[in-house]
């Protein structure tokens, strides 16, 4: 990392700091408030232990706004253990030897950019995280479909996989996979963007969230805590990834994170309510990553 980057990561994360600390003292404008399901305010300290206590925990992020990461970050650290697992739909599973070769130190970071597809705000928003692992040790690992298999459902519908190589489909959760089109949340995409894709639409998002479930089951650890960071739509209403998590382990003790911005933070909005175990709330003010 160059020195230039080294300071703006720096001054990202004092900025993020402060914030957090106004958060904290609660004074007149807060960073964020996190909220139980049932819209009563909860601490940090209380969420965390409860989910020192699951399996799986699928923290739901808007991609672009810092609260969320740096949130991600804090509590991966607070999590650090030699049974701790993270994994994110942000890296995909054809880079995961890229992903892999980087946490051992075999490759650099410019090494990682070049060899794996890596996100636009990676270096702001989710190598903190990332180089936290790397400098504990604790495996991080990615998760999510090939974007180009995402599009070919999107295009033909699963049938589309049907033509890939074994190589590729190692690359996605085994077929034929589960599919519910009743779930509210497919359903609601259909109502969302009508005319595109059609019936493929959802599918197209099912079978990330069946990937994303497969992987993070693969990777878990008995009797550890994996840690999934994934946009909220992928969990929210404990659908998405968390169904398909379910129908596979229904044994496991799950907890799911929504992300959700309101232009108050002293209660939560009627419709946030039920989205998820623990919902963080952030000003409609808060300043993007992108």
């Not at 949340?185 to 479930?213: R, S, W």
Request: proline share 5%; with cysteine; hydrophobic share 40%.
């Amino acid at each position: 990392m160059t020195v230039t980057l080294l300071w703006k990561k720096i001054q990202w994360l004092v900025l993020i700091f402060c914030l957090s600390v106004t958060a904290v003292n609660g004074q007149k404008n807060p960073a964020y408030q996190l909220f139980k399901e049932n819209g009563k305010k909860v601490s940090y300290g209380k969420m965390l232990k409860q989910i020192e206590k699951a399996d799986i925990v699928l923290f739901g992020e808007y991609h672009n706004n810092p609260i969320c990461h740096w949130l991600q970050f804090e509590l991966a650290k607070d999590l650090m253990n030699d049974k701790l697992v993270i994994g994110a739909e942000m890296f995909e599973r054809d880079n995961e030897q890229a992903l892999a070769n980087y946490l051992s130190g075999t490759i650099d970071g410019k090494a990682l950019d070049t060899l794996a597809r890596l996100w636009p705000n990676y270096e702001t928003d989710y190598r903190p995280v990332v180089d936290l692992a790397k400098e504990e040790k604790i495996p991080f690992v990615s998760t999510n479909i090939p974007r180009r298999y995402a599009n070919l459902v999107y295009r033909k519908g699963f049938e589309g996989l049907d033509t890939l190589s074994a190589e590729e489909k190692s690359w996605i959760a085994p077929l034929p996979v589960a599919y519910d089109p009743e779930l509210p949340g497919y359903k609601a995409m259909l109502d969302m963007m009508p005319g595109h894709g059609g019936e493929n639409f959802p599918k197209a998002q099912a079978i990330k969230d069946v990937t994303m479930a497969h992987f993070i089951l693969e990777n878990h650890k008995p009797g550890g805590l994996s840690l999934h960071l994934n946009g909220t739509y992928h969990s929210d209403n404990f659908e998405g990834i968390l169904w398909y998590l379910r129908e596979e382990q229904p044994d496991l003790q799950y907890i799911t994170i929504s992300t959700v911005e309101q232009n108050q933070l002293k209660q939560l909005d009627q419709e946030h309510k039920g989205k998820a175990n623990f919902i963080l709330v952030i000003p409609e003010t808060m300043t993007k990553t992108y």
